[in-house]
């Protein structure tokens, strides 16, 4: 990562030299940047080093000073700035749809949820796990570990496997830092855009700038390649927590059985690749892989039964 | 149309959802092999066609034994969309219609329901005590190990699922 830390911006300079003596400006200006971006964060590992022999350009140096809220570090965040990003757009979250007011049900999901996410590859960030007072059918992730469901989704459950591959997707989600690259990339671009302009610069630094209004970023989709690399992580997890594998693709099919006209799954399909998609992408990738996995757990006999 | 008579077609278009369901019929959502066992290795006995409508007689494992409008054999549990086929659908399309759900194809939040709209989630304030709650729910990988002993989950070695070839996308 170190060998590519001024990559951005020096792309961005040579950028700006060389369209100062071109027509359509912003049309370049905004490709390059893009791929810059992308290079930055590592979404095309694959790409070739930029050999630009350019100086990097001192817009990275802009500081924040003035501000109340302390600068984000968009290129590297560390650990805990993932977590005060999610923490942010967690409680936004809950501004629109609060926890469900039970609290056997609130460490049922925890302790569900907690030990999917010790399978996973980031067994350390502070998971936690949430029912939300909505008859939607859906489930959020934001970075840093925060997991919420809809009661509507927890009412289509019938076991604890089903929970199990459900949280593992987005715990898939929160692994791959899916969010946090859309939002990096984004608040990058946004940068880049504005570096002429030292206040604007500044001000996309800031967590607030980057989420925007409400919980509107918990309504954006991510990349359909995203959902089924979290679809197979989900489904990975649960199954080495030693849950039946196959849970989460039950949960595909009842879902795939709602109209698509009923409101409950709106959000959830305009966001989300169809639940049929969905189960040939994981049938596809499971092949002959689950023939030998066998004596997985439902668990229906302590599945929490919600009390409305 | 008079609303009885609306009430009366409501009441017919539900009985015939619930009798395509009862049949536990299925889609195809892919091209598959028939096999005569539950096994990848068992004899191929036909094949599946994308789209094609199957009754659904016994699942084993992660196989379903379907019958199709030509034979019947084993294909993996995947490979099978359950519960509405094709006409269920449909059928699923004209109730949503005659219970008022459906519109011109633009979506409307029933109401008296609480929804998660783009615009819900927009006009949402920060709630500092719901997340204070929801932290303080958080538990350590210990206490999610005591968890898994309690119910004899038992964790397997796995290695993370892969997309299939030339489904990367």
Not at chain 1, 23 to 45: H, M, N, R, T, Y
Not at chain 1, 183 to 198: E, H, R, T, V, Y
Not at chain 2, 84 to 102: C, F, H, I, K
Not at chain 2, 121 to 148: C, H, I, M, P, W
Request: charged fraction near 25%.
């Amino acid at each position: 990562m170190n060998m590519h830390k001024n990559l951005l911006m020096q792309a961005l300079l040579a950028t700006a030299l060389a369209a100062t003596s071109m027509q359509g400006l912003a049309l370049d200006f905004k490709g390059v940047l893009k791929d810059a971006v992308e290079k930055e964060i590592g979404q095309k590992p694959e790409a070739a080093p930029n050999e630009s022999s350019q100086t990097p350009a001192a817009a990275d140096s802009a500081s924040a000073a003035n501000s109340s809220e302390p600068e984000f570090n968009w290129k590297n965040p560390s650990q805990a700035e993932e977590i005060s990003l999610g923490r942010q757009i967690a409680g936004n979250l809950l501004g629109a749809a609060p926890l469900v007011k039970d609290a056997a049900l609130k460490k049922y999901v925890n302790s569900v949820g907690r030990w999917v996410a010790s399978q996973s590859e980031r067994p350390d960030l502070p998971w936690r796990f949430g029912v939300i007072e909505s008859e939607d059918i859906n489930a959020f992730a934001a970075p840093g570990g925060y997991i919420m469901v809809t009661k509507g989704l927890y009412r289509k459950l019938s076991n604890e496997a089903q929970l199990a591959g459900i949280l593992g997707h987005e715990i898939g989600h929160v692994v791959k830092k899916h969010q946090l690259k859309v939002l990096q990339k984004q608040q990058l671009l946004n940068i880049g855009a504005g570096f002429l302009s030292d206040k604007y610069a500044k001000d996309n630094k800031l967590v607030s700038k980057a989420i925007g209004t409400g919980a509107e970023i918990s309504a954006r989709s991510l990349d359909k390649s995203a959902e089924y690399e979290a679809d197979r992580l989900g489904l990975s997890y649960a199954t080495r927590a030693g849950y039946e594998p196959y849970g989460l693709t039950e949960v595909l099919q009842t879902i795939g059985q709602t109209n698509k006209n009923d409101g409950s799954v709106a959000l959830l399909f305009k966001t989300h690749p169809h639940p049929d998609e969905r189960l040939v992408a994981l049938g596809d990738a499971i092949g002959n892989k689950l023939d030998n996995v066998k004596n997985g757990k439902t668990l229906e006999n302590r599945f929490y039964q919600l009390k409305n | 149309m008079t609303s009885k008579f609306r009430a009366l077609l409501f009441i017919a278009l539900l009985f015939c959802g619930q009798a395509v369901i009862a049949a536990e019929t299925g889609t195809a959502l892919k091209n598959d092999t028939l096999r005569k066992e539950p096994y990848a290795d068992a004899k191929a006995g036909g094949i599946l066609t994308r789209g094609e409508s199957v009754d659904i007689l016994k699942k084993q494992g992660a196989w379903l034994q379907i019958k199709t409008k030509k034979t019947t054999g084993w294909v993996r549990l995947l490979s099978v969309k359950r519960g509405a086929s094709a006409s269920g659908s449909q059928t699923a399309g004209v109730l949503a219609a005659a219970s008022g759900r459906a519109g011109t194809g633009q979506v409307v939040s029933t109401t008296g329901i609480r929804g998660l709209s783009e615009e819900e989630l927009k006009a949402a304030k920060f709630n500092e005590s719901e997340v204070k709650t929801l932290e303080g729910y958080t538990l350590s990988a210990d206490e999610g190990r005591q968890f898994a002993n309690a119910g004899k989950l038992i964790p397997i070695t796995f290695a993370n699922l892969k997309a299939a070839k030339g489904d990367a996308k």
